[in-house]
């Protein structure tokens, strides 16, 4: 290991974006006499009948739930993206917008009120999974939709503003800004070396094995090199595929397990129901020629130092470069004595 | 004005970042029952006993606060930067890190702990603006720091843990992330056209009138067209300066006035000290050519609805591009009739 990294301050490159992170290890020294988040570990029912996510019951929209008994999806009834907006072009000078459709929905990922990931079955993920697969490809074929962006925001920190378990799904017609940076690091590197970034970047990990939080046959899960949030951990499938679709059944539960044992050590290790954004990172749905893409998932959770204290990006954050205190490889030792 | 911006969702292009917004007008709507922030109203004294910043106090390493009369600066006891830092490189494949080296400070806006920017006098506040042109040229003079920035971060929210007024400075031998970016844009911009990018941007938008907050003789403050936080504004000289060491005695004074006028009218939106992250970009201090370079202060405030509700920037736009529902003109008009 080198040391350097543990004891000065320095800059990461991630490779996927072409960005850099600060790290300042001796920082962890800092007393915390600043906000504290509050701690929800309420015991919940498994259903509640003021949830408007929860089985039979009524949405705002008027609309009534079924009586679903794994995964439930239907459209976000406060959507931010929809198919029928009018298509129109502002190029004035230096104003510059492009109209934007999309389609955009909610996972119910299980009709227990009282669950999330971290508690579910790995067969019960593994029918989230399915879940994603086919969304990704029934949003991806539609005209419109050139980018499908998966994700899950959990807990009041991360702005959900429910905790029955849910994700939800971003379609839309052009690739966003975090997604133009990851195809273009990516594509130029197969471009060169015919190979997968990520698969590349996946092998040198094994090898230094410094990072790696858990593994199974299929997946490993990684703090990244790179990493910009104090407990960030990254889901890599060791066989480069374009998305979600391509990985076989047993990839699938592969995959689900690999969820759940991050997902576990993250509730383990501040004794708390660990809030986070999660995302899943994929070929754009474009039709054209992808092979350069080795999908992920990240999960990007704010929690630094216990249940109520979380990781500021603010000013430096902001107006410089994302900033940390511990490393990436202290994050990854713990998460993985958790497991 | 184009009405399609208010009706329908689009993307917005952020000409000095190279970067998109995505703007869901309908959205605005939606129904709030997510986490509400803590608001403190509580009426602080002038000096506090057991703040760390206020004069004649006493800070964590033992060093005792000077009994200052204006504006008090100090290297920050928790630096994330410093110059005796190791220098060494990682260039192991696709594992890339370098070390930085910098100096962070902290500066006391005024000995009165009740105060923050919007409630001092603008001769206050002017004295700050000299305090940030001495700290830019003294600290831009090291040979080890390139780049200097200067920030603020106001309020619990925002990661601050003393409500003292103040800022901070974190210098550094390379550019950060955002720099970078702008760097581009205006380098690029400056040497088709032999003029600022900022300034022609200006010049459009007075033209447009339909963003502008607040003006004076020198300064002019705007809601950009491509603003991501709700409120979002962003102070611009209307001469083109590289950096604000450039600026004359008269021009400063109507700096500290244009902060003067923003914050007030951030106080009174929702009744509250309101928070925000603020930064101020400017030319590097590497000696480069930095001709193209047009300094600006920008203001990054969470709050969307009220004082307890604010908007989070999380699942889609940490994966995606950064969201927004209310529009810039309608955050401008906001502002504006608040003045
Ligand atoms: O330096 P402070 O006030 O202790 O810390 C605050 O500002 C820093 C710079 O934006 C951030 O890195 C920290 O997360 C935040 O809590
Ligand atoms: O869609 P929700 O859960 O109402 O809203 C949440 O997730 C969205 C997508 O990340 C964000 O834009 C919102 O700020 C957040 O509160």
Redesign the pocket.
């Known amino acids: 290991m080198n040391t350097d990294l543990q004891d000065f301050s320095h800059k990461r490159f991630n490779i996927l974006t072409g960005e850099w992170v600060l790290v300042s290890p001796h920082r962890a020294k800092?007393p915390w006499q600043?906000q504290n988040e509050a701690v929800s570990n309420e015991v919940r029912p498994a259903h509640d009948p003021n949830c408007y996510l929860c089985a039979g019951n009524t949405r705002i929209n008027g609309e009534i739930n079924p009586d679903y008994k794994d995964v439930f999806v239907f459209t976000n009834d406060f959507a931010a993206l929809q198919t029928d907006s009018k298509t129109f072009s502002v190029d004035n000078g230096l104003f510059k917008a492009e109209s934007e459709q999309g389609i955009c929905k909610v996972i119910c990922f299980s009709p227990d009120h009282s669950k999330s990931l971290a508690d579910m079955a790995v067969k019960d993920i593994n029918k989230v999974v399915s879940t994603w697969q086919k969304e990704y490809t029934e949003l991806g074929s539609n005209d419109t939709i050139n980018y499908v962006q998966i994700f899950e925001n959990k807990g009041a920190v991360m702005g959900c503003s429910n905790p029955h378990p849910h994700g939800q799904i971003w379609s839309q017609s052009t690739l966003p800004n975090e997604i133009i940076k990851k195809e273009k690091e990516q594509k130029e590197y197969y471009a060169i070396n015919k190979r997968s970034l990520l698969g590349d970047y996946l092998a040198q990990e094994l090898e230094a094995n410094e990072r790696i939080i858990y593994s199974n046959n299929d997946f490993v899960v990684l703090t990244p090199f790179w990493a910009i949030w104090p407990f960030e951990a990254m889901i890599v499938p060791r066989k480069q595929y374009n998305d979600i679709s391509q990985i076989s059944v047993t990839e699938s539960l592969a995959f689900a397990d690999a969820i759940s044992a991050i997902t576990k050590a993250y509730d383990k290790l501040f004794s708390t129901s660990f809030p986070y954004s999660s995302g899943i990172h994929q070929a754009p749905t474009n039709g054209e020629d992808n092979s350069h893409w080795h999908w992920h998932m990240s999960f990007y959770p704010p929690l630094l130092r216990s249940a109520t204290v979380k990781?500021?990006?603010?000013?430096?954050?902001?107006f410089g470069s994302p900033?940390r205190d511990i490393t990436a490889e202290q994050a990854a030792t713990r998460l993985r004595d958790l497991i």
Chains 1, 2 share one sequence.
């Open positions: 800092r600043g990781k500021f990006m603010v000013g430096y954050e902001m900033q």
